[in-house]
């Protein structure tokens, strides 16, 4: 079965740094999301991605933040500036037409 | 108000009972709804959309109510492998997905 892929799984990163979180969706998937998850908090949507723009975000989802698909396979997440409350769990997912979000096992960032 | 609220239980069972969560909305223009299981420390992954005439899979069965804007999961005959966290999900108009806290569910042999 297709699967979305995350890289790394762990990334650890001194505060002030920019750090990029990288996803590949499934291959014919068209929409493209992040998602963070603070340890022992819920899931929260960060921003949508769709037609290579931004279709949704959020309030977390700041000038801090950006997203990318340079290649039309990766979908990056930057955090420009990263603060310590930046620690957590990032998923990535992706939904082809008419179906569900399919989640990457997702980047555990630990800001230091 | 939170856009899903649920409530966080602990639910602790034994293996074979019924159990049932619930799940609220507030945005009466909400669109898609699903629910989600998370293991700890893993990606949530799909149990099941939920569909307005309610749907059933396997042991799983689904519940919308638009009216009152409430969502219900029923598991019968619960097995020790279906203790995790059950996430609620719905979307909006947009693309746009909001995760209800999660019911943790614990299943004792």
């Known amino acids: 079965e297709p699967e979305v892929t995350q890289t790394p799984s762990h990334q650890v990163t001194q505060m002030g740094q920019e750090v990029i979180l990288r996803c590949v969706p499934i291959?014919?998937?068209?929409?493209f999301y992040w998602y963070r998850q603070i340890l022992g908090q819920k899931v929260e949507f960060l921003v949508s991605?769709?037609?290579?723009?931004?279709?949704?975000k959020s309030e977390i989802f700041d000038d801090q933040f950006s997203v990318e698909r340079p290649d039309g396979s990766n979908f990056t997440l930057k955090i420009r500036s990263t603060k310590l409350e930046d620690s957590a769990m990032y998923f990535c997912?992706?939904?082809?037409?008419?179906?569900?979000?399919?989640f990457g096992d997702g980047t555990r960032l630990s800001i230091l | 108000r939170k856009e899903v609220e649920q409530d966080p239980g602990p639910f602790n069972v034994p293996e074979g009972a019924t159990v049932a969560f619930n799940c609220t909305y507030s945005?009466?223009?909400?669109?898609?709804f699903f629910w989600y299981r998370q293991d700890c420390r893993k990606e949530p992954k799909l149990l099941m959309s939920?569909?307005?005439s309610g749907n059933e899979d396997g042991r799983f069965t689904a519940q919308l109510n638009r009216a009152s804007q409430y969502i219900s999961l029923l598991i019968r005959d619960s097995k020790l492998s279906d203790s995790a966290t059950y996430l609620c999900?719905?979307?909006?108009?947009?693309?746009?997905?909001?995760f209800g806290t999660g019911t943790s569910l614990t299943v004792i042999p």
């Open positions: 997912a992706s939904e082809g037409a008419g179906q569900p979000q399919h």
């Open positions: 291959s014919n998937h068209l929409y």
């Open positions: 991605f769709y037609n290579n723009e931004i279709s949704e």
């Open positions: 945005n009466s223009a909400s669109q898609s």
């Open positions: 939920v569909y307005s």
């Open positions: 999900v719905v979307s909006n108009t947009g693309n746009q997905f909001y």
